[in-house]
């Protein structure tokens, strides 16, 4: 073997295994492996550039020279020297699949521990990346639609992985891939009329009898936002079709629209939450010919109820958050109005009479505001069956002043 001394009699030898079953892998398996073959050579012609091929049970091993050193037939005192082993690669690196070569590895079955082998037919890879995944490791497509597809590329801006549904390629780069959003995001110019400006914003509107939004692309500029998280954060973005429309849509389908909508966040981690119910329903009224009361509110808010198993956790979060808001703030709130209105209706009667009195059809609350260790200050709106409110709000303002201090309201006539 490699250390004995060179001598006339030796003979550099490869020694090829790669059509041999059976590992090899250290001194005493090549030295077995040698007894057998040593009694099948001897006596042998070495041929310039032809192999000694050994039939084994196990296989057949090619025997290479590669230094003769001058002899030209195989007696019983030649050394061999073996300058290499060619194994099979096979013996080495096997597909856990179908055993042929493995060269892969699953990248997560190795972050889990353990060594998978895959050959390449069984390695799914990712276009343009070097790490494989086995079957049970695939990655999914991270479209928003659930299709559950094999992810096969990286999007070059959003770098999530997309089946190939999603795919689009760069309009003057072929090599480069984006998921069907990031093109929209990047190429799509907005869709008013003789706007030239990139449509990065997509209006978002959807009834739920809508399989996808409007996604009408726009700019900032041609983009209405309907603020559900409050005046200082960025909304919903709207199409100046859809805003037209928010005033006559089914209610159900406004909250629909807010509860799988993404907020922004609030702070780091925790995003904004939906408006309380009072808000809630100044939004959906906004526009609205005839308002909607809590009651046809919490009708609606309740429609929405059968549709949540199929929803994601977040706008099924949204949704249960909704729900208990309303239930928590408008319970005892109608005996709340009315307690109201007979105390008003008593304050007007001893300051302008009986008949004003009579005038004040009804009072609602449409907001109340929390101060820690005091009692609810609630924001009513008074309903007058005549237009002349000079009596009930008085000189300068004097009678509403009085009556605000007196209940502890807010008070719109
Ligand atoms: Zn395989
Ligand atoms: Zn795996
Ligand atoms: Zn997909
Ligand atoms: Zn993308
Ligand atoms: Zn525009
Ligand atoms: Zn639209």
Known sequence: MADLPVADNMIDIICDLRQFDQDVDDVGSVQLLWQQIGEQIK?????????????????????????????????????????????????????????????????????????????????????????????????????????????????????????????????????????????????????????????????????????????KPLCSEHSYQWKIWGPHNRGVTLCEQHKQVLGTTDPADLLFMMLTAQAPYARRGKRQSLPNPFRLRRIINRNRVVGLTFDQLGHSLRSLESQVSGWNKRTEGNYRYLIRNYFETTGGIGNAESELLTQVRAFYQATLGWSAAQQITGLEITDRYYKPGQPPRYRVQLHLNTSNKGPFIGPRGTTINQLRQQLNLEIDL
Not at 51 to 59: K, R, S
Not at 89 to 106: D, M, S
Not at 200 to 214: D, E
């Open 43 to 215: 006596g042998k012609t070495i041929r310039d550039g032809k192999a000694i091929t050994v039939t084994l049970p196990e296989g057949q091993v090619n025997l290479w020279f590669v230094d003769t050193n001058g002899i030209s037939q195989i007696g019983p005192d030649t050394f061999f020297r073996i300058i290499d082993l060619l194994r099979s690669p096979k013996l080495l690196y096997q597909c856990a699949i179908c055993g042929q070569y493995g060269p892969f590895r699953c990248v997560a079955c190795e972050d889990t521990g353990q060594e998978r082998r895959l050959c390449a037919n069984h390695a799914h890879t990712i276009k343009d990346e070097l790490r494989a995944y086995c079957r049970e490791h695939i990655p999914r497509c991270q479209c928003r639609t659930d299709c559950h597809e094999q992810a096969t590329f990286r999007c070059r801006r959003c770098h999530n992985l997309f089946g190939n549904h999603y795919h689009r390629q760069h309009p003057h780069d072929q090599l480069v891939d984006y998921c069907y959003w990031c093109y929209r995001v990047l190429f799509e110019t907005c869709e008013a009329p003789g706007c030239r400006r990139l449509g990065r914003s997509k209006c978002a509107f959807q009834t739920r009898n809508m399989a996808t939004p409007c996604q």
